[in-house]
């Protein structure tokens, strides 16, 4: 069973990235999958879920109307679209998962992936 995080990397403010997270061993069909964030010297920080059934999405303030989480069955991949990307955007990127629907608390997540840096800045 492994998570996988890609697609960080070095960005301007104001732009794009796009992070995916691959699933082997297991079917993402049946969990929610989240998206988390930590930045040196702070807390991790949720930054979206998107369910397992109808697709429901979360997202937090800080990055609601900029990222848009969506899931490739055919593909056992999630995404997290990062649009209008901020210089307090910057952190190292996580995805996990949980049975079913989003969690409200990070810690009920099952499995988490290694992380990918993001990093905004001109």
């Known amino acids: 069973v492994q998570l996988q995080a890609s697609g960080g990397g070095l960005v301007q403010p104001g732009g794009s990235l796009r992070l995916s997270c691959a699933a082997s061993?297991?079917?993402?069909?049946?969990?929610?999958v989240g998206w988390f964030r930590q930045a040196p010297g702070k807390e991790r920080e949720g930054v979206s879920c998107?369910?397992?059934?109808?697709?429901?999405?979360y997202y937090a303030d800080s990055v609601k109307g900029r990222f848009t989480s969506s899931r490739d069955n055919a593909k056992n991949t999630v995404y997290l679209q990062m649009n209008s990307l901020k210089p307090e955007d910057t952190a190292v990127y996580y995805c996990?998962?949980?049975?079913?629907?989003?969690?409200?608390?990070?810690?009920?997540?099952?499995?988490w992936g290694q992380g990918t840096q993001v990093t905004v800045s001109s």
């Open positions: 996990a998962t949980a049975v079913g629907v989003c969690p409200s608390d990070g810690d009920e997540y099952d499995y």
């Open positions: 061993g297991f079917t993402l069909d049946y969990y929610a």
């Open positions: 998107i369910g397992s059934s109808d697709g429901s999405t």
